[in-house]
């Protein structure tokens, strides 16, 4: 059965770090762009960075340029989503989406999605 598990969620303190990992099983992620989307309580999900599979040419939303770095181990085959300076802006759930070779734009239509990892910024 083809999935994206997502791990590496957890509590850290605001301007800490956390990695998050997105691992494929059941096919190849060379082959796909994938992307992270983030949901804050209440809140729509929102794509936060996406990294596509030719050139690991690499996208983020404005409020992470800088802070967040997205990369991936295809010999893994997994994706990774570093996070740094964390802010209580960027708690919630995060997810992983994988759609294949390109990164969309806002309508595009994912093949597969992680059940999502919470993230808890506080002190």
């Known amino acids: 059965q083809a999935q994206l598990v997502e791990s590496g969620g957890g509590l850290v303190q605001p301007g800490g770090s956390l990695r998050l990992s997105c691992v494929a099983s059941?096919?190849?992620?060379?082959?796909?762009?994938i992307a992270w989307f983030h949901q804050a309580p209440g809140k729509e999900r929102k794509g936060v960075s996406c990294i596509e599979s030719k050139d690991d040419k690499t996208f983020y939303m404005d409020s992470v340029e800088g802070r967040f770095t997205i990369s991936r181990d295809n010999a893994r085959n997994t994706v990774y989503l570093q996070m740094d300076s964390l802010k209580a802006e960027d708690a919630g759930m995060y997810y992983c989406?994988?759609?294949?070779?390109?990164?969309?734009?806002?309508?595009?239509?994912?093949?597969?999605w992680g059940q999502g990892v919470q993230v808890t910024v506080s002190s």
């Open positions: 059941g096919f190849s992620l060379e082959h796909y762009a």
């Open positions: 989406a994988g759609i294949p070779i390109y990164c969309p734009g806002p309508a595009g239509v994912y093949d597969y």
